[in-house]
Every structure is written in C-alpha cells, then in structure tokens.
C-alpha cells in the first residue's frame, strides 16, 4: 500500500473549467507539498501546507490534517496547466518524503 | 543561490558501462534525496543522504547502484553495468536541517535523463 493516494489518475478538462485533484495519505506529516511536472520538464513546488489553505492566482491547496487529506483546485483552467501534478508528504517520524503517482491533466482549448 | 544543480542534463551510455550522476544541494541543505522516474511512471525514492552518511537506501536495487555524500562535493548516484531497463530521470532534491528555517522545504533539480543504448 503507498503511503500517499492520488485521485484521479488523469483527468481532461475543457478550457475555463474548475479542476480538483485529491490527496490522501496514512502517515502522520510534518508537511504536504503540492508539484509539478510538464512533459520532459523538470519538478516545480507549487505549494508547501502544513495546516489550512494557501492561494497563488488560479491555484488553491488545502490540507484537513484530521482527515490526512489535501486537494489542489485549479480555477479557469488553461491549456498551459497540462502537466503531471504530485502529491508528496514530509513524514514527521523522519525526513523521508513519500510521493504520490501523480495526477496527469490535459486542458483542451 | 543557484539551486540543486544536477549534472549531466543527459547522459547516453551503452550496456555494461558505467553511469555516474552528480547532484549539489542548494547551499545551506545538508539532506539530498535522489528518485528515479521510469518512462510513464511516476517518482520512485531511491536514497536518502546526509553529508558523508546514507540515512535510507531502501528504494536502491540492491547491485548495481550506489550512492554518496561526501563531506566535500556534490552527491554522487553510480549505477554500474547500465542496462536498457535503467534509462531513466533521475531527480535529486535537497532540504535543509530540521532545525532550521524552511526545513520542510523540497527544492529539485532538474533531473539527469540517462539512456541505455
């Protein structure tokens, strides 16, 4: 069983559509980051939670720490947000860091 | 500050040769982390490593592969004997101390992409 759940695994969306992408973990964290990835490209950090909610432009994370889950919400969505998101967790045990699969998102104009 | 810097961008090599690929944390991080990203697939951890120590090998293929730190210069991913099977990305990140501000900061580098011929 991986330490960290992402869902969906791919995900088309029209242009302009609101898009949420879930995380779910099983080990207690010291942090949540939020990646991504194009295509042949390399690993940007979008996002670091350790509690609530963050916001940069059309991008929204939170984290419910009770739950041990986290949503990145993409809002009027655009083609140039095609990439592969990833969901990885600091464990709090260690500094051992647990990655998702990924989410890949294709947004058709 | 320049960042984790990873080089070769892209190395190409043939079966049975060796490949090594070097990774330099962001200054102040002393905890470098390396993954491997098979075509379509996502990251898989590889090993974790202080400075001079290997703090978790468990993602390793137990021959072939070795890693390092050294007390001076950059880590160090050896994979010897490469087969097709290990083209690959293979990312580096760094983080800082747990006691020091920003600790759960994961900065990467831009990967080493290795071909086996």
């Known amino acids: 069983k991986n330490e960290v759940e992402q869902s969906p695994q791919n995900l088309t969306a029209q242009e302009g559509e609101f898009i949420t992408i879930n995380c779910s973990y099983s080990v207690g964290i010291s942090a949540l980051h939020w990646l991504q990835q194009h295509p042949g490209g390399g690993i940007v950090s979008l996002f670091m939670l350790s509690s609530g909610k963050k916001k940069h432009g059309r991008l929204i994370a939170t984290i419910n720490i009770q739950e041990k889950h986290s949503s990145l919400h993409i809002t009027a969505s655009h083609p140039r947000d095609s990439a592969v998101y990833i969901c990885a967790v600091l464990s709090n045990t260690g500094n051992q860091f647990y990655f998702g699969t990924g989410t890949s998102l294709t947004v058709i104009p | 500050n320049a960042g984790v810097m990873q080089n070769p961008r892209h190395l190409v090599r043939r079966r049975g040769q060796e490949a090594r690929l070097r990774c330099s944390p962001m200054?102040?991080?002393?905890?470098v982390y390396w993954y491997r990203q098979l075509p379509e697939e996502g990251l898989k951890f590889m090993v974790y490593l202080q400075k001079e120590n290997i703090i978790d090998e468990s993602g390793m293929p137990k021959e072939r592969f070795s890693a390092e730190f050294p007390k001076e210069g950059p880590s160090i991913l050896r994979i010897q004997q490469v087969v097709r099977g290990d083209s690959a990305a293979y990312f580096c990140?760094?983080?800082?101390?747990?006691?020091?501000?920003?600790?759960?900061?994961?900065?990467f580098g831009a990967g080493s992409r290795l071909t086996v011929l």
């Open positions: 200054k102040g991080h002393s905890h």
């Open positions: 990140a760094s983080s800082p101390d747990r006691g020091n501000p920003g600790a759960n900061v994961l900065t």
